[in-house]
């Protein structure tokens, strides 16, 4: 089968030249089209690479975004856990049962280790 094909195959070939005046018109003809097929595949290959690129800078102003994102979400978590320290010791006060009072008294301390 495969020998039959490339029989025809030839034929064919001879058939187009033998009906052309001049195959030499066939011979340019072929060459415009290989001329026309690398045209479009290095145009092709082009808007490739530039979707590749394209996609690289996409990912790396993600990645910054993330990076931003990552030390926003780093500082909250360390303000959340503060809150949640202060609300505690809220609470702990409340539990002590304090009373408010006018006057704020002071003690003297005896010697300077004990101020430290």
Same mark, same amino acid.
């Given at each position: @089968?495969?020998? !039959?094909?490339? /029989?025809?195959?030839s034929i064919? !070939?001879r058939? /187009?030249i033998?009906n052309?005046?001049?195959? $030499?018109l066939l011979y340019?003809? @072929?060459?415009?089209g290989?001329?026309?097929?690398?045209?479009? $595949?290095f %145009?092709? +290959?082009?808007?490739?690479?530039n979707? @590749?690129?394209?996609?690289?800078y *996409?990912?790396?102003s993600?990645?910054e975004?993330?990076?931003?994102?990552? %030390?926003?979400? +780093?500082y909250?978590?360390v303000?959340?856990?503060?809150?949640?320290? $202060?609300l %505690?010791?809220?609470?702990? !006060?409340? +539990?002590? +049962?304090?009373e408010?009072?006018n *006057?704020?008294?002071y003690?003297? !301390?005896?010697?300077? @280790?004990?101020r *430290?």
């Amino acid at each position: @089968m495969q020998y !039959t094909v490339a /029989i025809n195959s030839s034929i064919l !070939t001879r058939l /187009i030249i033998k009906n052309y005046k001049q195959p $030499l018109l066939l011979y340019w003809v @072929m060459f415009a089209g290989l001329i026309i097929a690398l045209f479009s $595949l290095f %145009g092709y +290959s082009i808007s490739q690479v530039n979707a @590749m690129i394209s996609e690289s800078y *996409r990912l790396e102003s993600q990645q910054e975004k993330i990076k931003t994102l990552a %030390g926003d979400n +780093s500082y909250l978590e360390v303000e959340y856990s503060k809150m949640n320290n $202060l609300l %505690g010791q809220a609470e702990a !006060t409340k +539990s002590l +049962s304090f009373e408010k009072t006018n *006057r704020i008294y002071y003690i003297n !301390t005896v010697s300077e @280790m004990a101020r *430290r």
